[in-house]
């Protein structure tokens, strides 16, 4: 069974900056796109960014010149820097990885982190 262990989450005023870190607990699958995505209160779970294997990354119009995603795949780790921050960034976070293993695709979540942006 894989893990996927978030961190960096947390409090910040609106402008200020966050890193998220997403790091795999096996690295003996092969692992294939790596995303973030979020999920505010009462709203549904909505792409934030992905990067795959080939480092090619998608963005969501929201966030778009504001967060960059990016990943160590020697760590199985990938990151999303969050830069002006806005009260609507406000979301619990979830890191997703795709993996293969035996010709079989698995989708990994991880844990989910809190990110609170204050007006």
């Known amino acids: 069974q894989v893990q996927l262990v978030e961190s960096g989450g947390g409090l910040v005023q609106a402008g200020g900056s966050l890193r998220l870190s997403c790091a795999a607990s096996r690295s003996s699958f092969s692992i294939g796109t790596m995303g973030w995505y979020r999920q505010a209160p009462g709203k549904q779970r909505e792409l934030a960014a992905t990067?795959?294997?080939?480092?090619?990354?998608t963005y969501a119009d929201s966030v778009k010149g504001r967060f960059t995603i990016s990943r160590d795949s020697a760590k199985d780790t990938v990151y999303l820097q969050m830069n002006s921050l806005k009260p609507e960034d406000t979301a619990v976070y979830y890191c997703?990885?795709?993996?293969?293993?035996?010709?079989?695709?698995?989708?990994?979540w991880g844990q989910g982190t809190q990110v609170t942006v204050a007006s």
């Open positions: 990067i795959t294997s080939g480092g090619s990354t």
């Open positions: 997703n990885m795709l993996m293969w293993w035996a010709g079989n695709r698995y989708s990994y």
